[in-house]
């Protein structure tokens, strides 16, 4: 069993920055790929980024390439979200993902992770 836990989500101008973290507990954190991932009211889970279980290998939706850094703190079981230069369209519910399969490479499928935490809103106002 894993728990997820995000925070950090709020309300932001056009142009700010938040910094999501994600607390996870259980097994070994540091054997799992993690993702983030969004979703906006009426629309399907979007991938976001992700990063493999070392932190060696990140990879991002091409919408936020360049404006968003996931990264991962395996002695504190922490993944973060940096997202700066934030857009309304960025504004949705965010999941961070845990895929157990040990030392595989993150995917950008939702259905490739065992695990989610409940979400953190982020609101980007114009």
């Known amino acids: 069993q894993v728990q997820l836990v995000e925070s950090g989500g709020g309300l932001v101008q056009a142009g700010g920055s938040l910094r999501l973290s994600c607390a996870a507990s259980g097994r070994t954190f540091s054997s799992y790929a993690m993702g983030w991932f969004r979703q906006a009211p009426g629309n399907e889970r979007e991938f976001v980024a992700a990063i493999s279980w070392s932190g060696g290998s990140t990879y991002y939706a091409d919408s936020v390439k360049g404006r968003f850094t996931i990264s991962r703190d395996n002695a504190k079981n922490t993944v973060y979200l940096q997202m700066n230069s934030l857009k309304p369209e960025d504004s949705a519910v965010y999941y961070c993902?845990?895929?157990?399969?040990?030392?595989?490479?993150?995917?950008?499928?939702?259905?490739?992770?065992?695990?989610w935490g409940p979400g953190t809103q982020v609101t980007v106002s114009s």
């Open positions: 993902a845990a895929d157990l399969v040990r030392a595989r490479n993150p995917s950008d499928l939702p259905l490739m992770y065992d695990y």
